[in-house]
């Protein structure tokens, strides 16, 4: 029913290219996602062709039945090399071979490694889709608090060019103002920007129209918190590359055996003669006894390699590629741990640096809500000498701007912290646990 739904959304979406944008969850956009993405299809198509390979080096020992015919066109002069048959059929099967049985094997983990990375084509998807869509509410949020901030930058001008004309502040206060209400107006064509550019990467993602996908912010969950110290996992792209080297060196171990093990085959022939146009009469002729109608033949074949440079050549050949996949699953993992050492560093910062965002936000909440009350009630301090100006609206102004950007400035810092948590996952090898809080929201 879920996948039903899936194609339902994504068949609706595409037929109408100028639907207004729906709200769409992230667990919906992630399986989407999986389903169109190339790398996925890439994955699943190297599955299959490992299978075939797998089911390939196995049906060797399987006897394979071949029919065929030879009637004759004209009638034969002189001696015939071959017996004319109206039907023969040939068996054929490897009985024994030490070699085949390591190919098999490594055939195996073949398939086991494109699995692996078919899974980890997945979580790449899942961890790009996440990413963008996070991003894209986080944008959204930001543009809607840059145009707050526009509006109130432009009523800030308006305020500073009566001030200017009945001379209460100099000409450069103004010219400050607007170049306040220009900044913002910059940072809000960047947000566009951004906004439009992260629609399309969904829209690449997913399949789905231009625009069409809205974020929906109930539907993210919380990221797991995950540390270096905790229980590591392989990742999938470890694992792969793990038993692709596996796979190398079961080819190895075949090709260096080839070179002294036996072979052992086995094949059985029946065939049935004919005289059309008297053609077995004339081969009869030069045979001390008449063909029979009927011939059938059966037996084994022992091969003993005594000396073939060619495949101590490939031996050779096949173990250096054994090696190099070993170097390469250590170098993996190497730069595995140092891309986990870099980003539970940068996690610490940025876990910091969102906290106080947070709190420079709540303080800007507070002033705001300050500044207000003293312009509805006054500061309390009387009209004598000494006493403190009351606020002008100018003020409101400025603490509004200070508190939508203070806004901006913690949904950035709540977006690295999260994009860093969602790489951290990935790089220990629990993608696992963010698609399960994926499915549970």
């Not at 290219?17 to 999986?34: E, F, N, R």
């Not at 190497?334 to 106080?356: F, K």
């Amino acid at each position: 029913m879920k996948r039903w739904a899936l194609m339902l959304i994504g068949i609706t979406m595409a037929s109408a290219p100028a639907l207004v944008s729906a709200q769409i969850s992230l667990a919906t956009v992630v399986d989407l996602a999986q389903r169109n993405s190339s790398a996925v299809k890439l994955a699943e198509a190297d599955v299959q062709k490992a299978n075939a390979a797998l089911m390939q080096t196995e049906d060797v020992f399987v006897p394979s039945l071949t029919f065929g015919s030879g009637l004759p066109a004209f009638h034969t002069i002189g001696f015939m090399p071959g017996v004319p048959s109206t039907f023969s059929g040939t068996v054929q099967s490897m009985a024994f071979s030490l070699s085949q049985k390591e190919y098999i094997g490594a055939a195996r983990w073949g398939t086991k490694a494109v699995s692996l990375s078919l899974k980890d084509a997945r979580e790449q998807v899942t961890l790009d889709a996440s990413t963008a869509y996070i991003e894209l509410d986080t944008v959204n949020n930001e543009l809607a608090a840059a145009q707050q901030q526009e509006g109130f930058a432009d009523r800030l001008v308006a305020i500073e060019q009566e001030r200017a004309e009945a001379g209460v502040d100099p000409l450069s206060e103004l010219l400050q103002a607007q170049l306040t209400a220009a900044q913002f107006k910059l940072r809000r064509l960047h947000l566009e920007t951004r906004a439009a550019t992260l629609a399309k990467q969904l829209a690449a993602l997913t399949g789905l129209p231009v625009g069409s996908i809205t974020p929906d912010h109930a539907s993210i969950p919380d990221i797991p918190e995950v540390k270096a110290g905790d229980a590591q996992h392989t990742t999938a792209a470890i694992q792969s590359a793990q038993m692709l080297a596996n796979s190398k060196h079961k080819i190895a171990r075949g090709d260096r055996m080839s070179e002294f093990s036996p072979e052992i085959s086995f094949s059985a022939q029946y065939s049935s003669t004919t005289d059309i146009l008297n053609v077995l009469n004339t081969v009869d002729k030069y045979y001390a006894q008449n063909i029979p109608p009927v011939n059938f033949s059966s037996g084994f074949q022992i091969q003993f390699p005594l000396f073939d440079l060619s495949r101590r050549a490939k031996a050779k050949g096949s173990a250096a590629d054994a090696l190099r996949a070993t170097v390469e699953v250590e170098q993996a993992q190497r730069q595995n741990e140092v891309q986990i050492a870099e980003l539970t560093g940068s996690l610490r910062e940025l876990d910091t640096l969102a906290e106080i965002a947070t709190l420079k936000q709540q303080i800007a909440n507070e002033q705001l809500k300050s500044v207000l009350a003293q312009l509805e009630l006054g500061n309390g301090s009387g009209s004598g000498p000494g006493a403190q100006p009351q606020l002008s609206p100018k003020a409101e102004q400025l603490a509004r701007i200070d508190e939508r950007q203070k806004f901006q400035d913690a949904q950035d810092a709540g977006f690295d912290l999260a994009k860093a948590r969602l790489s951290l996952l990935r790089a220990l090898g629990h993608m696992e646990d963010w698609l399960g809080e994926l499915h549970a929201k």
